[in-house]
């Protein structure tokens, strides 16, 4: 029997969809989480062997999401949910988020922009 690269997440997504559905090992859930998970390992590895400088593409997917990830979410959910309760002396908190938000995108925009330099300048 042939099992999925990802044997453990099918097991996980049967395992919270089965109290809501007859799930056994050869229903429609079962084989629609194993063809999902195969077409996302199929997908990384087509995709690794298509790009040919796969640290370059990294260090794009790098510069987008980790400056949205460390500077820029977590600040505006701090102020969201801080907002009604106020903001503190001086609208510090204002102040606070602010900055990190702008030091989020400076750092979104330099990192993208090397990013493709990088990658133009390699093709």
């Not at 084989?31 to 796969?54: F, G, R």
Request: hydrophobic share 55%.
């Amino acid at each position: 029997m042939l099992h999925s690269p990802l044997v453990p997440i099918t097991r996980v997504l049967v395992s919270l969809w089965s109290p809501y559905t007859c799930v056994t090992q050869h229903s429609i859930l079962h084989y629609t989480c194993n063809t999902a998970a195969n077409v996302c390992v199929y997908a990384v590895v087509a995709l690794a062997e298509a790009i040919p400088h796969l640290s370059l593409f990294i260090s794009l997917v790098g510069a987008v999401s980790s400056t949205a990830l460390a500077l820029f979410f977590p600040a505006v959910l701090d102020l969201a949910t801080n907002w009604e309760s106020g903001l503190g002396p001086f609208k510090w908190l204002l102040w606070k988020d602010g900055f990190l938000i702008f030091i989020g995108l400076v750092g979104f925009s330099t990192g993208t922009y090397a990013s493709l330099e990088a990658i133009i300048t390699r093709i």
